[in-house]
């Protein structure tokens, strides 16, 4: 048993022992669970993949004379950003597009430039158009606004994320006869190939199933800075199936997060477009756990072939909401490039990707032997599978 | 005189003709060969440069597709931007041709342009748009 302050005094005196979530698998095939848990005081995890809930919001300081943007309208170029709060608070939203992108009217849309993308240009530093009009009031009389704007002159920037970092994803395939074009990228028509969107067993919620350690307040790299949970994440569904070894088998638990956006950095969010679905923020997340008994090391140990996950069918199934499961395969078997549906060899890709998610865990490992990152513990846990907390469908209730 | 560059898709039915070689005996066309391999899927691809007669070209490019050889022109290069390419993976099994590979060790994924086709299959399904055409 170690406590979080005890694993805080050997970061700051430089002795902590820290791995990523695959080194720590081999250290327990070694070593053994009990051995591993002694020697091991934190394994780091990492995933890197689109996340479309994610979002900044701005306090861009007052013109002179004032100008009310709260309840009118403000574009970062040329993209829309919500504007109901006060007279200087804007948030942006990563799927945003300008007015003038055609979507899906040209089939398949290309997406070029969206929110995420202003996002990503901001955090690299780079000047962004802001235009905003208001109603002007006799405090805030000034009713339209353009100017250049740059994040290091911002008063506040912050990333601030409804629903990231899934606890497991489905596999997505195309059982109709035309090709489809999906938020898990372009499917061929005739199971013509798969995609999935996890980092298996590099994954943060994976490695604590059951959110023992990961909670509101728990400190990560975020964005390639530093960030918190904030909340569990919209649509946090821990509930669902899970394996023995306490792993769920489909979509699960969620985080919602946040950090100072001045601090992070253009390759750890990324703009991508999605053809023929929109524009999402590519986000890397790194969360530590600190070993506190040998059941959260065993928990971290689990691998690939043991985290198993449901085939799914988007040409019908997922868009109708007819549940129903092509068949379960686990993140060794989708690694391999090609699993089997329907008896039809299918090549694979993914959405996430895994190179990144390890160079997350390897830099949030680096930061703490270094001693620059101390844990924290949760300050409130999230629901876990005995909560009875579920992510319902809508129940239409016409008028 | 004409000179393009074309890639020949051949079924495998095919594989063993001397198809090409028939391109300068019959029809007095210069061929040299850029790349050729088998896709995955069995399917022979050549790229070719071709000279010739325009004359001659025209029947040359009939008797291939008589053949039921599949012609693409190629005026393009596909380049990756390294610095866009996050490795996600995702472009692997749209890629016809084998040219977009991942590691199995590193996961990074690798683009082979001497297997690259241009066929752009890949180019709008980047995510992040690293994979480009230049003309
Ligand atoms: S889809 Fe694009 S970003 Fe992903 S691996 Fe391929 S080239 Fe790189
Ligand atoms: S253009 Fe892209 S998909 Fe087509 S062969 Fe080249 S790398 Fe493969």
Known sequence: MK????????????????VTADEVIDLVAKKGVKKAAQEVDVVTTGTFGPMCSSGAYFNIGHSKPRIKIGAGTCKFNDVPAYTGFAAADIYLGATALPDDDPRNKVYPGEFKYGGAHVIQELVAGKDVRLEAQAYGTDCYPRKKLET???????NEA????IRNCYQNYNVAVNLSDRPIYTYMGMLKANLGNASYCSAGQLSPLLKDPDYRTIGIGTKIFLGGGIGYVAWQGTQHNPGVARKENGVPQAPAGTLAVIGDLKQMKPEWLVGVSMLGYGVSLGVGIGVPIPVLDEEVVKAAAVRDEEIYTQITDYSESYPQMIPGSLGEVNYAQLKTGKIVVRDKQVPVGSLSSYSRAREIAEELKSWIKKGDFLLTDPVAQIPNRESGYVFKALKERPF | MVSRRIVLHFPTRLGDQPIVYKLA????????ILKAFITPQEEGLMILELKGKSDDYNKGIEYLQGCGVQIQSLSQDVIRDESKCTHC???VPICPTGALTVDAHTRKVSFHSNKCIACEACIKICPTRAMEVHF
């Open chain 1, 3 to 18: 406590t979080i302050k005890e694993i805080n005094e050997k970061i700051k005196n430089g002795q902590v022992v820290a």
């Open chain 1, 148 to 154: 250049l704007i740059n994040i290091k002159d911002l």
């Open chain 1, 158 to 161: 912050v990333l601030f994320n």
């Open chain 2, 25 to 32: 005996k019959d029809f007095n066309l210069q061929f040299n």
């Open chain 2, 89 to 91: 993976g995702i472009c």
